[in-house]
């Protein structure tokens, strides 16, 4: 995990130094700050429970990349059901996302009962639309990526990655 925050850090670095990228960043909106946290949440668990998982999708994925998908489009690009008050509701997603993530990454890497991978993704899937503002993106979490979440036996999805012989 360190290596892919050390890769994206150099790659931000050279196209700062290029003049491809601006970081004159609007850090005192207090929206953008909720927004930035959740992102930077979302990224840091992806990476951390990406190192664990499996190859192949699962349907608890799918719903959550789906919940991104939608969240991510209304809060950033289309900005149809985004709302930015009352600002304490979003920071709630915030941690709520932060919660559920930290619920999921000790289940992994504790082993810990199955109950503990659904009730953080369920976390997720509240945390991430609230984070960003997104009513769209709560409605496709709360109810068809809930269902689907909680459902979904993800138990086998975990452990450590298996060593691919080498070939002559």
């Known amino acids: ?76 690009v289309l900005d149809v059901t985004v709302f930015l008050s009352p600002l304490v509701l979003r920071w709630a997603g915030a941690v709520l996302l932060l919660a559920g993530c930290s619920v999921r990454l000790a289940a992994i890497y504790l082993a810990a009962p199955q109950a503990l991978l659904k009730a953080g993704r369920a ?6 639309p609230l984070g960003l503002g997104s009513l769209s993106g709560l409605v496709v979490g709360a109810v068809p990526g809930m269902v689907v979440a909680l459902r979904t036996d993800e138990s086998d999805s975990f452990g450590p990655v298996e060593e691919r012989p080498e070939e002559p």
């Open 1 to 76: 995990m360190a290596a892919r925050i050390l890769v994206l850090a150099v790659v931000v670095a050279l196209l700062w130094a290029t003049g491809l990228l601006e970081l004159n960043l609007p850090w005192d909106d207090p929206v953008f700050r909720v927004s930035g946290a959740s992102v930077v949440v979302y990224l840091l668990w992806s990476l951390a429970e990406g190192a664990r998982k499996r190859p192949g999708m699962n349907l608890p994925q799918l719903a959550m990349y789906v919940v991104l998908l939608v969240s991510a489009l209304d809060s950033f």
């Open 123 to 128: 976390m997720q899937l509240v945390g991430l």
